[in-house]
T-cell receptor, first 116, second 114 residues
């Protein structure tokens, strides 16, 4: 099973709303990632969690707040977003975060977010 | 200079053609390398890992040249279903970190025509 599950698949939110994106994997992976992808662009890394600790924050604005409640779950809390934050948000996981050989990442289907 | 560079294409080829994609990376400390495929409005899916010895999976062959910091993907006997964006991905550690991060090239678009 190489499945990463993301919910919701689509989300429309206003600029004053608070919402959360959820990601789950049961592959025993210890590294989990959030990526943002705009149309016709590659995914851009936002956060990396390694062994449930935030390991990398790519200078993401504080209106995006990640959380890793346990080794299988990853959340992204959203608050006071801007229309330019509309994008596909992808979660991924890999065996570990070491970057060693064969640590390929598996992606969820993404949440398509629209901020109005 | 971008950390991972690819020719964005598009590559328009007839069915049955052989097509090659290239990718260069800037971080010599990069440890692992991958090709992903992404269909329109879908998530990236792992196509294959890339090893120094080269590896082949059916019609697909990937090569890594660490000295030149260069990665390639060869697709033989192209099918209509190969039409997609192919993303070169490199796993590298930022300074003072023991966690790697996957860095994506901008992707190369392939359109296979009948």
């Amino acid at each position: 099973d190489t499945e990463v599950t993301q919910t919701p698949k689509h989300l429309v939110m206003g600029m004053t709303n608070k919402k959360s994106l959820k990601c789950e994997q049961h592959m025993g992976h210890r590294a989990m990632y959030w990526y943002k992808q705009k149309a016709k662009k590659p995914p851009e890394l936002m956060f990396v969690y390694s062994y449930e600790k935030l390991s990398i924050n790519e200078s993401v604005p504080s209106r995006f707040s990640p959380e890793c409640p346990n080794s299988s779950l990853l959340n992204l809390h959203l608050h006071a977003l801007q229309p330019e934050d509309s994008a596909l948000y992808l979660c991924a996981s890999s065996q570990d975060g070491s970057g060693a050989m064969n640590t390929e990442a598996f992606f969820g289907q993404g949440t398509r977010l629209t901020v109005v | 200079r971008k950390e991972v560079e690819q020719d964005p294409g598009p590559f328009n080829v007839p069915e049955g053609a052989t097509v090659a994609f290239n990718c260069t990376y800037s971080n010599s400390a990069s440890q692992s390398f991958f090709w992903y495929r992404q269909d329109c409005r879908k998530e990236p899916k792992l196509l294959m890992s890339v090893y120094s010895s080269g590896n082949e999976d059916g019609r697909f062959t990937a090569q890594l040249n660490r000295a030149s910091q260069y990665i390639s993907l060869l697709i033989r006997d192209s099918k209509l279903s190969d039409s997609a964006t192919y993303l070169c991905v490199v796993n590298a550690h930022p300074p003072s970190s023991n966690t790697g991060k996957l860095i994506f090239g901008q992707g190369t678009t392939l359109q296979v025509k009948p």
